[in-house]
């Protein structure tokens, strides 16, 4: 679920630091790499690898334990990071293990309020998020730590050819940015001293590239930084970012009468159970469900990323389908589901209409709603299309977009209401294809 207004505000910039080399200058000079602004990957096919086993039902511990490998074994899936990545291959596997063709397909955005980046020391790789006003490119440099990026921290030493690592706190991004590129740094890691990972600014453009970390990465590049050990910082070489959604089709290249889907990716910091590995999840039971019996022609299924973003995933598919002439005749969007005791139901009148009364015959609590001013989900990226849309939610917000967003407060019961009822509605919907 995209919050519009809450993002920023939650996301306030934060920094850390690594204890460093406090010795003359490197011998060897830092190399720096400009990277080139790439066009996205083209889409990877894979083959189905498998058939759909279990009852051709909708099962609520099933999800669950889809939500635990995404949200616990994987954790924060900001887009375009490493754990996006993953999370991206085991979303595939699972749609090929029942039988789909499966496309993961990358896609470029612009506006992202979160921008993939990596720093790598002693051959180990961490996710970080590039500063907005970051330089893109590589630099490997040894690292050392500056404190706080202040008088104190810095001491008067020389940084040139280093990459500083800083402490949050004190100062905003930008002193500590001006601060440590005065003295010679050709890079600038903040570690968070908060649990969790941030977004920050440098107003200013930046010469070199800045990034953060969260606390526990940050406590591996001190110890690094105390022996002068070399850095490489990666980070996006524009604004543009790139994603992945991955799609699930009966046949490669078959047409998507009705796109299931749900995105997969969070913001920075949150596992994301309830926003939205519960919606993730409940995509992929659905598929293997409607699957169980065979694969059902025209019906299809999505993960989206870079949904929090700004829908940027579901509205690169949109254009893609729009582009080949072949939109789906309806779209049912999953995202936030599962927590609480009603179905909510957002989209089109008539199609929020008829599963309400689906489910009023099925005896499950559910009602049409409509989305806040502030709130946002792919469903609209198809709705602004022209496609019905059908967006099936439970009703509680949880604990949206905070660390404290995790696996123990999804409510099986709270996934069977949303999964049953969805799994049924979409069993009309493939009726009223097949009248025609």
């Known amino acids: 679920m995209i919050l519009r207004l809450f993002v920023p505000a939650l996301l306030v910039a934060t920094l850390l630091a690594s204890c460093g080399d406090r010795s003359s200058p490197p011998s060897t000079p830092p190399t720096t790499t400009q990277l080139p602004v790439q066009p996205p990957a083209a889409a990877t096919t894979l083959a189905p690898a498998g058939k759909a086993t279990g009852p051709a039902e909708f099962g609520g511990q099933r999800t669950l334990d889809q939500i635990e490998q995404l949200a616990g074994a994987i954790g924060p899936r900001v887009a375009g990071s490493q754990a996006e990545t993953r999370a991206a291959d085991y979303i595939a596997s699972q749609f090929r293990a029942d039988g789909y063709d499966v496309q993961i397909e990358p896609f470029s955005y612009s506006g992202d309020l979160f921008r993939a980046a990596s720093v790598t020391s002693g051959g180990s790789t961490v996710d970080a998020n590039a500063m907005s006003g970051s330089t ?256 099936f939610a439970s009703n509680e917000l949880g604990k949206l977009h905070t660390p404290g967003d995790v696996v123990s407060d999804i409510q099986v019961d709270s996934l069977e209401r949303v999964g049953d009822l969805a799994f049924a509605y979409i069993g009309e919907l493939l009726k009223t294809i097949a009248r025609g």
């Open 136 to 391: 893109g490119g590589t630099v490997t440099a040894p690292a050392t730590f500056v404190g706080l990026a202040d008088e104190a921290g810095i001491g008067g030493r020389s940084l040139a050819g280093k990459v500083a690592v800083s402490d949050r706190g004190t100062l905003t991004f930008q002193q500590k940015y001006d601060a440590v590129k005065a003295a010679g740094a050709v890079g600038l890691i903040v570690v968070n001293n908060v649990d969790g990972v941030f977004v920050g600014n440098i107003y200013k453009r930046a010469e070199m590239p800045v990034v953060g970390v969260t606390t526990a990465d940050g406590a591996a590049l001190k110890k690094a930084a105390e022996s002068g050990a070399a850095v490489s910082i990666t980070a996006p070489a524009s604004e543009q970012s790139t994603a992945k959604n991955v799609v699930a089709r009966p046949a490669q290249g078959a047409k998507c009468d009705i796109l299931v889907g749900g995105h997969y990716d969070t913001v920075p910091g949150t596992p994301g159970a309830l926003d939205n590995a519960s919606g993730a999840a409940a995509t992929l039971e659905l598929a293997r469900a409607f699957a169980a019996d065979g694969l059902d022609a025209g019906l299809c299924f999505a993960a989206f990323s870079a949904e929090e973003s700004g829908l940027f995933g579901s509205a690169a598919l949109v254009k893609q389908m729009q582009d080949s002439g072949q939109l789906p005749r309806y779209m049912v969007n999953l995202d936030m589901a599962g927590l609480g005791a009603r179905v909510d139901l957002f989209g089109s009148g008539e199609l929020t209409a008829q599963a309400a009364g689906l489910a009023a015959r099925m005896g499950i609590a559910a009602a049409p709603a409509e989305l806040g001013l502030t709130f946002g989900s792919d469903h609209q990226s198809f709705q602004k299309a022209g496609v019905p849309v059908i967006f």
